[in-house]
């Protein structure tokens, strides 16, 4: 679904902001076939940085949503290494 990539890839330019050493960003988005599961669709965020990988996994009723939350994580975590490295 080109809508739903090109969504993901905008949101994920705004990594650049937070940190300007990304190696490699990896994002899976998945159905988990659990039948009776409302809360079915999965992201997963992997971000490769020098000396460090973040990976994040977020579920909820649709990809948007679970990206948003996996990222919304992400971005916290690279803060808080940026922090420590500058401490």
Do not use: M, W
């Not at 994920?12 to 659990?34: A, G, H, R, Y």
């Not at 992997?46 to 009723?61: A, E, G, Q």
């Amino acid at each position: 679904d080109s809508k739903l990539i090109g969504y993901v890839k905008q949101k994920l330019e705004k990594l650049n902001s937070f940190t300007d050493s990304i190696i490699q960003v990896q994002v899976f988005l998945k159905l988990d076939n659990v039948v009776h599961n409302i809360k079915d669709k999965i992201a997963e965020i992997r971000v490769h940085i020098p000396l460090h990988n973040f990976f994040v996994k977020s579920t909820s009723k649709s990809f948007e949503e679970s990206f948003d939350d996996a990222f919304d994580s992400l971005v916290i975590q690279i803060k808080k290494n940026k922090e420590r490295k500058a401490a």
